[in-house]
């Protein structure tokens, strides 16, 4: 089994991109498989269109990246997610790859009660995060849609438990100092 990281930035030039290096740095000192989900860089179309919709309902895609993605995430027992926070919530392109490739009767079946999550196999989930508000203002002022959304709605609803989220604040504007002293707090959490 290995770790997956799913990274939802454009620019390798961008903190984003540090942070998967140094979460690369750890993997590789753990001696721990990986492998890179990076949306941008494979030119995943987030956008889910007629003939997607067509065989939604049977949890089936005739994208090739769909198939493919799945397939890494089945060989996971690690997810990292790494991405900005833009507009209080997660880049389009993640939702999209949410709304993709987590279909029916891989990431979930439908039961009378709700949604019965099938990615129980995934034992870690780390949510790395990007702003420019404070995480106390994304809690507390913009909905939390990170830690409400994402993982109480969305992670649950696929079976990810034992999640963890941190958040760099006031990533473009902050300090050099903040930026490496944010490193190291993923180094740590990566090491967990």
Request: proline letters at 3%; zero cysteines; a positive charge.
């Amino acid at each position: 089994m290995k770790t997956t990281i799913i990274l939802a930035h454009p620019w390798h030039g961008s903190f984003n991109k540090s942070i998967m290096d140094t979460t690369i740095e750890q993997l590789v000192l753990k001696k721990k498989d990986y492998q890179i989900i990076d949306l941008n860089k494979d030119q995943f179309n987030p956008v889910l269109n007629e003939s997607d919709l067509s065989l939604y309902s049977k949890g089936q895609s005739r994208d090739q990246l769909v198939n493919q993605y799945q397939k890494m995430l089945s060989d996971s027992d690690e997810l990292v997610f790494i991405f900005p926070v833009w507009w209080f919530d997660v880049p389009a392109i993640l939702k999209g790859f949410f709304d993709k490739v987590m279909l029916k009767n891989f990431a979930y079946v439908e039961e009378s009660t709700g949604l019965k999550g099938l990615l129980t196999h995934i034992k870690k989930t780390t949510v790395i995060t990007t702003s420019e508000v404070p995480t106390w203002y994304l809690r507390f002022l913009a909905g939390n849609p990170i830690k409400g959304t994402l993982i109480r709605g969305t992670f649950k609803g696929i079976g990810l438990k034992n999640v963890k989220w941190v958040n760099s604040s006031f990533t473009s504007s902050g300090k050099d100092r903040r930026r490496k002293k944010f490193l190291d707090k993923v180094a740590k959490s990566i090491l967990v």
